[in-house]
């Protein structure tokens, strides 16, 4: 990585959002989305629906590393109304996305208080990872179309993304993003080569877009990592710290970069992202840190100088600090699937 100046941080308007927007896929990257299932359902008649995407449900289908998984629920044609334990039911209707992020159990159906049955239990035996496109006909009644996914992560490579997504996300994803999803339904649900790669794509846009038009509507007062994200004098310390994470980084140099007072950077940066600058800043090597152990071979030592430590010692007692095991157990139980 390199470091971004003073005079590209204060580029105001559309920059400013371009370099949030930037900013959220780098860190999509340490989330490290592993895989996805994606399929169309088609509904006809009466129906209820129970949703429930548990880790042991569906840790066997997705990649090692895998340790959250996220249920989304696109609505092609027709209507389809949606209930949660934080929200009673609501209508989605064509071009509508929701996003269960934390994998909770959640309800769809074709009105509001159906019975609801949990998915599996309608497939009569067909199994998750074989299904493209799945038809239900339960007798006379309006028809709706979704195209469903479960996407697989990595949550623990960037925490604070997690902490700030609500249990349910319900965003309109626009004419043209909607445009792209029925072109990429028609090309990713069948087996011809490249389909399974094309699925995790798919699925990786309909998340990333949800976070972005998530973020655009959080109310003034929101905090978290994607209001911090949003907000000018926090946003630009946060591009500043994940642009150079190994640079030696204090209060007053960071506020100086980004042409704040000390005190208010750190004031407004514990309102919104709830720890300090520089804590932020410790965690972010860590996380770094973990995914550089789980992909490459580099020693211990070479890597504490790429996140900015002075000493092999001073990095693995800070690693396992935050992580509760050194950095040599951490790499072994990654390589082996187990994390």
């Known amino acids: 990585m390199t470091y971004t100046p003073r005079r590209m941080l204060k580029t105001p308007g559309r920059r400013k959002s371009k370099m949030a927007v930037d900013l959220l896929s780098d860190v999509l990257t340490l989330v490290r989305l592993t895989g996805a299932l994606v399929f169309r359902v088609d509904f006809h008649g009466p129906w209820g629906v129970a949703g429930h995407p548990t880790l042991e449900k569906f840790a066997p289908l997705l990649p090692p590393g895998t ?28 071009g509508e996305a929701v ?13 509001p208080g159906r019975s609801l049955t949990p998915f599996v239990n309608m ?9 493209r496109h799945v038809r239900f006909d339960t007798g006379p009644g309006r028809s709706s179309s979704l195209l469903c996914g ?9 925490e604070p993304l997690f902490h700030a997504l609500p249990p349910l996300i319900s965003v309109n994803l626009g004419e043209r993003l909607n445009a ?18 094309l699925r995790v794509r798919l699925a990786e846009l309909l998340f990333t ?20 994200l949003r907000d000018p004098l926090v946003g630009r310390s946060l591009r500043a710290l994940h642009a150079d994470p190994c640079r030696r980084w204090t209060v007053e140099e ?16 514990r309102e919104l992202i709830g720890e300090a600058p520089m804590h932020y800043l410790t965690h972010l090597r860590m996380q770094l840190a973990a995914r550089h152990l789980s992909q490459s071979r580099c ?24 992580f509760g095991v050194p950095p040599a157990t951490w790499r072994r139980t990654a390589q082996q699937g187990i994390r």
């Open 67 to 94: 340790n959250q998984v996220m249920a989304f629920h696109v609505v092609l044609d027709g209507k389809c109304w949606v209930q949660h334990a934080t929200r009673d039911w609501f209508a989605v209707s064509p």
């Open 150 to 158: 479960f996407l697989g992560c990595d949550r623990h490579a960037f």
């Open 180 to 197: 792209l999803v029925r072109y990429a339904v028609n090309e990713a649900l069948d087996d011809r080569p490249g389909a399974a790669s």
């Open 254 to 269: 960071l506020a100086h970069v980004i042409a704040s007072s000390r005190s208010c950077l750190a004031t407004r940066f």
């Open 299 to 322: 020693s211990v030592a070479s890597l504490a100088t790429m996140v900015g430590y002075d000493s092999s010692a001073a990095f693995q007692r800070a690693f396992k600090r935050h």
């Open 99 to 111: 996003v269960v992020p934390h994998g909770d159990l959640h309800g769809l159906g074709d009105q």
């Open 209 to 228: 877009e949800a976070l972005r038009t998530y973020m655009q509507v959080l109310p003034a007062d929101a905090t978290g990592w994607l209001a911090g």
């Open 123 to 131: 497939l009569g035996g067909r199994s998750l990872p074989d299904l």
